[in-house]
């Protein structure tokens, strides 16, 4: 078995709504070898994973994928991989469940997808299933992987756990996590640790484990320096042990003399609990302590010893909000077994796992157990009477094996009063206060006790899954502090997607948003743009990312959706402007079926409203997917009937209308009838000329209506936005400085191809093309696209031209170099055209110099560019003059073009000064023939 392809879907994909990884596999003998029907295979999978057992496939119930192992002969492989690769994850603490597969395109080959919290962590599990599975085949099914006679799976499993460990969000981020899931606030993970970024653009707070974007660099300082705490502790009249800093063992013996023993031996700043000595009683063990603590700190602190039990007290804004007591990590004997027998004994507890993997760690003996051993007179044989606890720890901490017991509830309020003035005194938003007392219960000023320290950043594990006691939600304060009620935590997302016309819409949205105020954040095709192909996840989390954003307006194109999914969960509004054939036979999408299912993922997630062009029925279709509160309808045929009809109910729609003056644009909602503005005074239609760009201005109306913008502002930006180079590069940009029409655009394939030539015929039905004007067109196609494809965009073109240049783009997509070109001409020719009026180039630099010294005043050239900004700029400096000094003695002629019908074609003339044009019964372009 072969992994042929591994993909990462970051968001809403394919497959599901959230993320997953999907890995295509080649079966090779195990197509024919179902689990059933390899001996031992079952048994020795169990035996390995017994946890698979849980598993309920699709009979729903736990058992269920044991029985699809062994009845009826099995299941396949594939199969079985998703299973073990998700209940990989399981075990190594990541919390996911979906998976499915499905036959991929050739025999013996399948898409292998499941669900996964932590991308490295989902594909190391992935392979090591994978490997495990080839450990419980017979060599001869292994497809020609390699055996491994040292393959150990319990190692490679803690090897994965550890993993896991390090690259998962500790307990705490991830409480953080869950809090703003449960919520409804997005999140976003901005590192490999614990650096997460919660809402959106504008509305975005941060926290690191649990230090907040709110938290003040100087109070985590001063949490820092044990010393100062104490001092600003005392200072204001909290109950504090006394203190004394220390840099050598003489010292350190010397300041316990002085403060009497026992005594407490820590580093000046380290944390969880590393380095700290307690309960010390004579010189020899303050000095073996010293040494510990300047393994983590070169400054050391002695203090007095508080006698009492250890409390962690969580104050978050101001307010106490858990207390837990924690118990170091120890054993009890049982008058039977070792210490060592009785670690391993407590370690077989399923909730303790490696690090932070779950609620309590595995306990371990280091230095500090040891120590404590041999003070008491043991060692790891020794047995302890039943009943009788040995402390392998002198502190609490979970993260060195401890247990906490949550008392919220019973903790005294001069207790609980202490804690918030502590978290005030050092300036802290989040403080984890850690107070020592023989009684929580009962006020410090009876008991006694005092707080041991302050920390910055401290964490939840114990309040959130405590090993007795009641469950706090202290994650969901630390939420509310940073998005107290009615807060914003998103910023508008709008979804741009179809086939053509994506990138201009999202423009004219973006522009739209712009000037009605709003800082935009713009991912299309062209770039990245805050107010620089980038239409996938990884430019919408850059946009999502930015402080300053306030609305994202975001192309969604097919190819990011189908390398690694929607880059965010939920666009606010969505809107899918056609499917039409393009990019067809690539990844796997070969039919417009398979096309519009790509299409419609950001409609199927979309929360608030969905924008369809009700003239393509493969829009149409999408509607039924959908769970937004809105459908807006967009047509150019106001008694489309299911516009009508959608209209009578009170829904939204955005409709084209004939008028005394032209052809208006009207948007409908709740039975309102509202008139927004003349096509002919939107710049970018070309006077209403450019029907493509009428119908992106339509979905640019539709979809910022539904985001709440003003409907003056709606058509100050569509007023206001043309298709200058610079403001649509690529997209119908016009240069009339050579005395003749340049038109530049980036269409590739045939809808594109369709919507500029009837551009072109509009325009000369409109007059745009003097009097002797010729139509001339630079043609070319990317070589990925289908021949049938190539060839229609050729018939097209062969409708609205007199003279065609053929060419490639500067990479062939693995065509030979000349392919593409003869393509389009052997189509031209097919489609009656002359072989005199086509002209076959190379690159896109020589077929755009010279079908620009083809043209002479009067003319109209569309360019159909690759490189968009090379060829402007050819345009623009072409011949290194003004326009106005070319003249048309510089224009070589067009050699003759034969007619449809067959008739002789008329003959070639070579001086065209006062020329006039020549054509055909159909009107199509022969030669040019003296005026006089």
């Known amino acids: ?116 919290e932590e991308e490295s962590v989902g594909h190391a599990a992935g392979r090591l299933a994978l490997r495990l599975l080839h450990h419980a085949i017979p060599e001869d099914l292994r497809g020609g992987a390699e055996a491994e006679p040292d393959f150990d799976f319990g190692r490679e499993l803690e090897r994965l756990i550890r993993d896991a460990q390090r690259r998962a969000f500790g307990p705490s981020t991830a409480s953080l996590v869950r809090a703003a899931e449960a919520r409804g606030i997005p999140w976003l993970r901005l590192n490999n640790y614990s650096l997460v970024q919660f809402g959106h653009g504008r509305w975005q707070k941060r926290i690191q484990a649990t230090v907040t974007s709110e938290t003040r660099h100087i109070a985590v300082d001063i949490a820092s320096d044990k010393e100062l705490t104490n001092k600003i502790l005392g200072d204001v009249g909290l109950p504090v042990p006394r203190q004394v800093q220390v840099w050598t063992a003489d010292e350190a013996v010397r300041a316990a003399r002085r403060l009497g023993h026992p005594v407490v031996v820590k580093p000046l700043d380290a944390n969880h609990g590393r380095g700290v000595s307690i309960g010390l009683e004579d010189d020899a063990q303050v000095e073996a302590a010293f040494r510990q603590a300047r393994e983590h700190s070169r400054t050391v602190l ?3 010893f508080i006698r009492g039990f250890d409390h962690r007290m969580l104050v978050v804004n101001g307010e106490l909000v858990a207390v837990a007591k924690r118990v170091p990590g120890h054993v009890v004997g049982d008058g039977v077994h070792t210490i060592a027998e009785r670690i391993d004994a407590v370690n077989q507890d399923p909730r303790r796992g490696i690090g932070h993997e779950k609620i309590l760690t595995r306990l371990e003996v280091d230095a500090q157990a040891e120590r404590l051993l041999g003070a008491a007179g043991l060692t790891l044989d020794s047995v302890l009477p039943a009943g009788q606890v040995f402390y392998l720890r002198s502190t609490g901490n979970l993260s060195t094996g401890g247990t906490a017991i949550d008392v919220t509830d019973s903790c005294h309020p001069d207790n609980r009063e202490m804690a918030v003035r502590a978290a005030a005194s050092i300036g802290l938003d989040v403080c984890g206060v850690d107070f020592l007392t023989p009684d929580v219960s009962r006020s410090f000023r009876e008991v006694g006790g005092g707080i041991c320290e302050v920390n910055a950043a401290p964490g939840f594990r114990m309040h959130v899954a405590p090993s007795e006691g009641q469950p706090r939600d202290v994650a969901g304060a630390v939420l509310d502090m940073l998005f107290p009620p009615g807060t914003p935590t998103r910023i508008p997302i709008a979804a741009v997607t179809g086939t053509n016309g994506k990138t201009t819409t999202t423009r004219m949205l973006a522009h739209i948003h712009k000037l009605a105020g709003q800082t935009v954040g713009m991912a299309t095709t062209d770039g990245v743009y805050i107010e620089g192909d980038m239409t996938g996840p990884i430019a919408a989390r850059m946009v999502l990312r930015d402080p300053s954003v306030s609305v994202a307006v975001l192309e969604t194109a097919r190819g990011g959706l189908l390398r690694a999914g929607l880059g965010y ?47 393509d029925e493969w829009c149409l279709r999408m509607a039924d997917g959908s769970e937004a509160r809105h459908i807006c309808y967009v047509t150019l045929h106001p008694r489309n009937p299911l516009v009508r009809e959608h209209v009578r109910s009170g829904g939204r729609a955005a409709a084209l209308e004939d008028g005394a003056n032209g052809q208006m644009i009207s948007l409908y909602d709740k039975g309102a009838h509202m008139p927004l503005l003349w096509t002919h005074l939107i710049p970018a239609t070309l006077e209403g000329r450019a029907v493509h760009n009428v119908q992106n201005a339509m979905f640019a109306a539709a979809m910022a209506f539904a985001m709440g913008v003003k409907l ?31 038109i530049l655009d980036y269409g ?48 097209r073109a062969a409708r609205s031209f007199d003279v065609f240049y053929c060419r490639r783009d500067d990479n062939p997509r693995g065509r030979r170099r000349d392919e593409v070109p003869r393509l389009l001409e052997d189509e031209l020719l097919a489609a009656g055209i002359a072989p005199a009026a086509i002209r076959v180039l190379e690159t896109e630099v020589e077929t755009t110099d010279a079908a620009l010294g083809e043209c002479v005043p009067g003319d109209l050239l569309l360019l159909f560019a690759d490189q968009v900004t090379r060829t402007w700029k050819q345009v623009i400096y072409f011949g290194g003059r003004p326009a106005e000094a070319r003249s048309g003695a510089e224009f070589q002629g067009v050699p003759d073009r034969a007619r449809a019908d067959g008739g002789e074609p008329e003959a070639p003339l070579l001086d065209f000064s006062g020329s006039a044009v020549v054509r055909d019964a159909r009107g199509v372009f022969l030669a040019r023939e003296d005026a006089d």
């Open 569 to 615: 969960r939920h666009p606010d509004v969505a809107c899918c402007i056609n499917v039409t054939a393009d990019h067809l036979g690539l990844n796997g999408i070969d039919s417009l079926d398979q096309l519009a299912e790509v299409k419609r993922i950001p409609i199927e997630v979309a929360r608030d409203t969905i924008v369809l062009n009700a003239d």
């Open 712 to 742: 003056d502002d709606i058509r100050h930006g569509l007023r206001t936005f043309d298709t200058t180079f610079f403001q649509a590069p690529g997209r119908m940009n016009v240069f009339d400085q050579l005395g003749f029409k340049v």
């Open 1 to 116: 078995m072969r992994i042929l392809d591994q993909r990462t879907y970051l968001g809403p994909n394919l497959y599901a709504n959230f993320r997953v990884i999907r890995f295509t596999v080649d079966l090779g003998p195990l197509e024919d070898r179902p689990s059933g029907t390899i001996p031992g295979f079952v048994d020795r999978l169990l035996e390995a994973v017994p946890s698979l057992s849980e598993h309920g496939c699709s009979y729903g119930e736990p058992g269920g994928f044991v029985r699809r192992l062994r009845e009826d002969g099995g299941t396949w492989m594939g199969h079985v991989l998703e299973h073990v690769a998700i209940e990989l994850q399981n075990l190594a603490g990541c919390k996911v469940t979906f998976g499915k597969t499905r036959g991929a395109d050739a025999p013996g080959q399948y898409d292998v997808v499941y669900e996964y």
């Open 748 to 795: 590739h394939n045939p809808a594109a191809i369709e919507a500029m030539c009837a551009l072109v015929d509009n325009l000369v039905s409109g007059g745009a093309l003097g009097r002797n004007g010729k139509r001339v067109v630079a043609l070319s196609a990317p070589g990925d696209r289908r021949d049938e494809d190539i060839r229609a965009m050729a018939r």
């Open 302 to 304: 002695v203090e007095t």
